[in-house]
């Protein structure tokens, strides 16, 4: 009997995109839009939602920081569930439940319910991201990586310039509530598109399920002419036992691991200042509902073209190289963000500025922890550096409410927080240093695509 021919997986896939390849790409940047809609229609929310429990403006900070903590708790444990379990399922259910508690919040009657509400609608965008980061970066060609996860994860800021459009258009013609009704029913409609329509990441199920039907299914659809002649499926994955987490500090990854956290706090922390506390603040200096919205937007706008922009330079260059500019100017707009007076262009340009800086670091740190990372223990990686991430997300906004509620101005504030993405700027060089060497524990990608040869 002749035997059937091997073909190793991570070759087939980076020899370019299939239509399924691309249509696990779109399916999860449509969970991107969601993230980016929720995190921009929240900060802009506030307000209203502070009038209605009778609350000051500053007892809304735990309220916006609640989802930011549910997301960091998310992220830490669907990561190492999706490199057990899978990571179609987890996606699915962290859609859902995002939905399902987002829509609650419509209805919270207390500060507590509220607060609940939040933070379990965070538990399920937490979840998401190390799902689908790790799903795409494991259907696309490995040299293509880092721009591909890098323009998809552009649709989170592209979702907070939705978000702030939408939320002005709604703010206008209905009660706030309803920014939480239509911010609920979307994830909800999407999880049932993604149970119908994603597969499961290949990789996943060679390396750890073993399911080899699927496996075999799958690649019929990516590489035909492999099916075909009756091959055997292979990959050079590790496979990595016992508990995911472990695996993040062995085989010398452990001072990688920790140096990409302290960026990740940084960046999304200086992100989430302009996204949910500038709304409350640039009314709190004289700008109107609508127009603060509006300037809000062009923040989204920013960071979509950083982010488009990023994985590109990652390519081009080294991570370092590509980075450490973004922080710096982040720096700079972040600290100007409370000189912006009573003008709504003068805020929109600076908003512009910041999502351009920091929309590109924080976007270009989630494509390099996922080239980081074998797929054994990929979700898990992006899981804890997005944690770190949000974290950061969720401190930053309790910093502002208490420097706030001491009586600091609007430009002091902003102006002492724009330090945070200074402090990141040497772990991002010592990362760059390292180059992903045997000592950092990097898997690389392939720098060029596999030859075209047959199975």
Request: glycine letters at 12%.
């Amino acid at each position: 009997m002749t035997p059937r021919p091997s073909c190793d997986i991570g070759e087939l896939i980076d020899r370019g995109f299939s239509p399924l390849q691309l249509r696990v790409v779109l399916l999860c940047a449509l969970v991107a839009l969601l993230d980016g809609i929720d995190t921009q229609s929240i900060g802009v929310a506030a307000p209203s939602l502070a009038a209605k429990l009778g609350l000051p403006l500053p007892a809304i900070g735990p309220v916006l920081s609640a989802a930011l903590f549910g997301a960091m708790f998310g992220a830490m444990a669907f990561g190492p569930l999706a490199d057990t379990l899978g990571r179609k399922r987890l996606l699915c259910l962290a859609t859902a439940g995002f939905g399902v508690f987002t829509l609650l919040t419509a209805w919270a009657d207390s500060y507590w319910t509220l607060i609940a509400c939040r933070f379990l609608a965070g538990m399920g965008l937490g979840g998401a991201v190390p799902c689908f980061v790790a799903l795409t970066s494991e259907y696309v060609p490995a040299h293509r990586r880092a721009m591909v996860v890098g323009v998809q994860y552009a649709v989170f800021p592209l979702g907070g310039m939705v978000g702030g459009f939408l939320s002005a258009f709604l703010l206008r013609h209905y009660d706030w509530e309803m920014i939480f009704i239509v911010g609920g029913t979307l994830p909800l409609i999407v999880a049932l598109i993604l149970l119908v329509a994603l597969p499961e990441s290949v990789r996943f199920l060679l390396t750890r399920s073993g399911s080899t039907k699927a496996v075999e299914a799958i690649m019929q659809r990516i590489a035909p002419e492999a099916a075909r002649i009756g091959a055997v499926y292979t990959s050079r994955e590790p496979r990595l036992p016992g508990a995911s987490v472990k695996h993040l500090f062995a085989a010398g990854r452990a001072r990688t691991t920790m140096g990409l956290w302290v960026p990740f706090f940084m960046g999304f922390g200086m992100f989430a200042i302009a996204v949910l506390w500038a709304p409350a603040l640039l009314r709190r200096d004289g700008l109107s509902p609508a127009d603060t919205a509006f300037a809000v937007a062009f923040n989204g706008l920013g960071a979509f073209l950083g982010s488009m922009a990023v994985g590109r330079l990652m390519e081009r260059s080294s991570p370092a190289v590509a980075l450490i500019p973004c922080f710096l100017l982040g720096a700079l707009a972040t600290a100007s963000l409370g000189m912006v007076g009573t003008s709504a262009t003068f805020a929109a340009v600076n908003m512009l500025v910041h999502g351009l800086a920091l929309g590109a670091g924080t976007t270009g740190m989630i494509a390099f922890a996922a080239l980081i990372y074998p797929t054994a223990i990929r979700s898990t990686g992006v899981g804890w550096a997005m944690a770190a991430g949000r974290m950061g997300q969720a401190v930053a906004p309790l910093i502002a409410a208490g420097l706030l509620l001491i009586g600091w101005q609007v430009w002091a504030i902003f102006l002492a927080i724009g330090l945070g993405p200074l402090l990141a700027i040497p772990f991002i060089a010592r990362i760059g240093r390292d180059g992903g060497g045997p000592q950092a524990g990097i898997s690389r990608p392939a720098t060029a695509p596999a030859p075209e040869h047959g199975p």
